[in-house]
C-alpha cells in the first residue's frame, strides 16, 4: 500500500511542477500530459462540474491565470490514501495552501487590485494507473472579494485573515508514513462525526434524556486551544469556547433540518485527514445564518474539511465551504450583485 501512495503522490508532484511552471498558454498540455482521457473536474458556484481538461481550463484555469500575474502555489498540507467514503474507490491525493499572486485583472467581475492577493485553495486528485482520473478544487472566493475591498455578506462572528498552515509545519507528506498513524488519524475523525451526529440528534429532538453540553461534545475529540479556520463569510476561531461562541451556535441555532449526505473521498495519512463532499449535507437557513431569510427548501452545502491530529485529540481545522452555491440555491447571487 505504501509503495502505491508513493506513486500516486509522485504523479501529483509530477503534475504540479509541470503544471505550476507552464505559461498560461501550455496550461492544457501539461494536464493532458498527467490526465485519464475521461478526466473530470469538480470546482465550486460558477465552475461546477467539468468534463474534460480542456473544458476545465477554459472555465477555470485561464480566467484565474489571466487576473493573477505570476501565480504560485503556496502548499500547506499534501497527503495521500486510499477512499474511505462513497466516492471512487482507490487511491487520493489532497493538497491545501494558498494560491498567490498580483491581482491584475478583474476576475468574476471582482475588480483588480493590483495588489498581492492569496487565495486559499484545496485540491483531492484520483489517481489510477499514473494518471489523474478526477480532480475536485475548492477555493475561497469570498477571500478575494474581501482582500479586493467587498464585504457582501456583511460582517462575519470570527476572524478575517490569510490562514496559516500547520502549527507543527510538518504537513507536507512527501515521504512514506506509519499506516498505524493514518489508521489512528482516520478513526479519530470518524468518531468524532459520530458526536456531531449525536449532538445533532439531542438538537432536533430525536435523542431524548441525554445530558449532553457543546464543551462535552468537543472535548471528546479536541484539544481545549483547538484552532478552526473557516471560509471567509464565517471566519477562523480559536480555543474551543469561542469556537462554540463564533461558529458552532450560530450554525446549529440559525439552521434546521441537517441531512448528512456522506463524503465523496476521506483520506488520511500520518496525522493529517482530509475529505470533501458533494454535497456533504443540506440544511434549512431557518434564523439568518449569513444573513438569509427562513427558507422551507433545503440547501445544500459542499464542504472540505483538513484535520491535524496532536496525540489522541483533534488540533486544528482547515474548512472550505462552497458558500457562494449555498446561497445561489436560495435565490441570492452574490457574483451577480458585485457587478451592479
Not at 88 to 93: C, L, N, R, S
Not at 208 to 234: K, N
Request: glycine residues 8%; aromatic residues 12%.
Amino acid at each position: 500500500m505504501s509503495s502505491d501512495l508513493q506513486a500516486a503522490k509522485a504523479t501529483i508532484r509530477a503534475y504540479f511542477d509541470a503544471f505550476d511552471d507552464a505559461a498560461p498558454d501550455d496550461r492544457l498540455s501539461a494536464l493532458n500530459a498527467h490526465a485519464a482521457p475521461d478526466y473530470s473536474w469538480r470546482g465550486l458556484h460558477p465552475f461546477h462540474e467539468q468534463d474534460s481538461a480542456e473544458a476545465t481550463i477554459s472555465a477555470f484555469w485561464t480566467p484565474l491565470l489571466t487576473a493573477f500575474s505570476g501565480l504560485q502555489r503556496r502548499e500547506d498540507i499534501f497527503l495521500a490514501g486510499l477512499n474511505d467514503a462513497q466516492g471512487a474507490p482507490g487511491t487520493w491525493v489532497g493538497s491545501m495552501g494558498h494560491f498567490m499572486g498580483l491581482f491584475d485583472a478583474p476576475w468574476l467581475d471582482i475588480p483588480a487590485t493590483g495588489k498581492l492577493t492569496m487565495l486559499r485553495y484545496a485540491e483531492f486528485h484520483h489517481v489510477e494507473n499514473g494518471k489523474i482520473t478526477e480532480t475536485a478544487l475548492f477555493c475561497d472566493i469570498l477571500s478575494v472579494m474581501h482582500q479586493a475591498g467587498l464585504n457582501p455578506l456583511g460582517s462575519q462572528a470570527a476572524a478575517d485573515f490569510i490562514h496559516p498552515g500547520p502549527r507543527t509545519h510538518d504537513g507536507l507528506l512527501f515521504d512514506p508514513q506509519d499506516p498505524a498513524e493514518g489508521d489512528t488519524t482516520l478513526a479519530l475523525v470518524k468518531r468524532m462525526g459520530a458526536e456531531i451526529n449525536r449532538a445533532n440528534q439531542v438538537l432536533q429532538g430525536e435523542l431524548t434524556g441525554v445530558a449532553y453540553s457543546q464543551q462535552d461534545e468537543l472535548r471528546h475529540d479536541w484539544h481545549e486551544d483547538m484552532l478552526w479556520f473557516g471560509p471567509a463569510g464565517i471566519g477562523a476561531t480559536y480555543t474551543i469556547d469561542r469556537y462554540i461562541e463564533q461558529h458552532q451556535t450560530p450554525f446549529r441555532t440559525q439552521l434546521s433540518d441537517r441531512a448528512f449526505h456522506g463524503h465523496q473521498a476521506r483520506i488520511a495519512e500520518g496525522n493529517y485527514c482530509g475529505f470533501f463532499g458533494w454535497p456533504n449535507l443540506s440544511v434549512k437557513p431557518t434564523n439568518g445564518y449569513l444573513g438569509m431569510p427562513y427558507s422551507e427548501e433545503p440547501a445544500p452545502m459542499r464542504v472540505v474539511d483538513f484535520y491535524r491530529r496532536d496525540g489522541d485529540k483533534l488540533a486544528e481545522n482547515w474548512i472550505f465551504i462552497d458558500i457562494l452555491h449555498f446561497l445561489n440555491c436560495q435565490g441570492r447571487d452574490v457574483l451577480a450583485e458585485i457587478q451592479s
